[in-house]
């Protein structure tokens, strides 16, 4: 399995970017998928994960109502799209495959990891 985030960048508070996770095997849509972040001198959090059918979804308390994520099965991609954004919401974002189907806040409950992508909120 070999994730690539992309989309990052600069941008304004208030502002809107939508983080893309393209896997190329196949096989990761039987796989709940997450995104986590890392923000300079932080410990990753979860952010938002997404069951493998696309119907449940589930987000971090700080994110919930500004991040949406979704998938395309068929595209092998997952997205995350983050709107409102604020310079708390600065770090890096990185897309992870689940072990299951299910979903899960716990970066112990991923197997493959992308490289992640670099999203600066400026004030």
């Known amino acids: 399995v070999q994730l690539q985030a992309s989309g990052g960048g600069l941008v304004s508070a208030g502002g809107s970017l939508r983080l893309s996770c393209a896997n190329s095997?196949?096989?990761?849509?039987?796989?709940?998928m997450g995104w986590f972040r890392q923000a300079p001198g932080k410990e990753r959090e979860f952010v938002a994960a997404?069951?493998?059918?696309?119907?449940?979804?589930v987000y971090a308390d700080s994110v919930k109502g500004r991040f949406t994520i979704s998938r395309d099965n068929a595209k092998n991609t997952v997205y995350l799209q983050m709107n409102s954004l604020a310079p708390e919401d600065t770090a890096v974002y990185y897309c992870?495959?689940?072990?299951?189907?299910?979903?899960?806040?716990?970066?112990?409950?991923?197997?493959?990891w992308g490289q992640g992508t670099l999203v600066t909120v400026s004030s």
């Open positions: 992870a495959s689940a072990l299951s189907s299910s979903t899960s806040t716990n970066a112990s409950g991923y197997r493959y």
């Open positions: 997404i069951n493998w059918r696309g119907a449940d979804t």
């Open positions: 095997r196949r096989t990761s849509s039987n796989n709940a």
